[in-house]
């Protein structure tokens, strides 16, 4: 997952805001983040392979552990390049989806986009998800500003 990442954050023009440098998670934390996600009720990793050790798409969700926000989790989700528009994204947020109603008790589900990736915009419409509000200038990269827009499906 770390390989994958360092992957992801090295592409040009990659709607993440995280420079690859930036990135330095240790095999220790991304084991601690695991674990975190295992063992919270309100949280989720989830990950796409095509064969046994090929890597080519991840979804994490979390929540908060206060009573009154434990039932709205945000999620982020990154896809290979190779991958990308071949349906693995709609498969993480319908397995995403699918846990969310499992629990019983998630009512919300949200997420944070940059206005201008329309690709992704799409696809969490195409699920439900609607523009809740934006975030101006929330985002400065390649020397210069992005909208995010926060987006949300309620259950």
Known sequence: MLAFARTLFAEP??????APDEFSLSLEEEEAV???????????????????????GMLNASGSARRAL????EFGMSVAKPY????????????LLEWARATGFITRIELKVYEANLPA?????????AVEGRRRRAIFQDGR???????????
């Open 13 to 18: 023009a990659l709607y993440l805001p995280m």
């Open 34 to 56: 695991i674990e975190r996600h295992r063992t919270a009720a309100n949280a989720v990793f989830l990950l796409a392979f095509d064969g046994p050790d090929c890597l080519v």
């Open 70 to 73: 434990r039932h709205a989790v």
């Open 84 to 95: 990308r528009g071949r349906g693995v994204g709609q498969t993480l947020l319908a397995a």
């Open 121 to 129: 915009r799409r696809l969490y419409e195409k699920f439900g998800f």
């Open 145 to 155: 500003y992005f909208d995010d827009l926060i987006m949300a499906l309620l259950l």
